[in-house]
């Protein structure tokens, strides 16, 4: 089993910037990815950012240019940098970790609220 904490969500204006921070622990030995996906009021949960244990990456494309996703394999945490937040980037961000890049475990999530 792999437990994952995530942190760092909140409130902020558009073009502002948030940090979301997902530490795991457990049989982290298992995987092989971990990301982020978001989930807006009434949508599907949809990913965002994905990063492999070999430091590949993948972002949806309306993040692009304006999130990063990293990690600190000593720390066994993943970051999701997310800098000119949208108002459409409102929503539940869930860190996850994958085993063979299938997600496999999940966090409780991080609520991200985009407004004025």
């Known amino acids: 089993q792999v437990q994952l904490v995530e942190s760092g969500g909140g409130l902020v204006q558009p073009g502002g910037s948030l940090r979301l921070s997902c530490a795991a622990s457990g049989d982290i030995f298992s995987i092989d990815i971990m990301g982020w996906y978001r989930q807006a009021p009434g949508k599907q949960r949809d990913l965002v950012a994905r990063i492999t244990s070999g430091g590949s990456t993948n972002y949806a494309d309306s993040v692009k240019g304006r999130f990063t996703i990293s990690r600190d394999n000593a720390k066994n945490t993943v970051n999701l940098q997310m800098n000119s937040l949208k108002p459409e980037d409102t929503g539940a961000y869930y860190c996850?970790?994958?085993?063979?890049?299938?997600?496999?475990?999940w966090g409780q999530g991080t609520q991200v609220t985009v407004s004025s």
């Open positions: 996850y970790a994958g085993v063979l890049h299938l997600p496999r475990y």
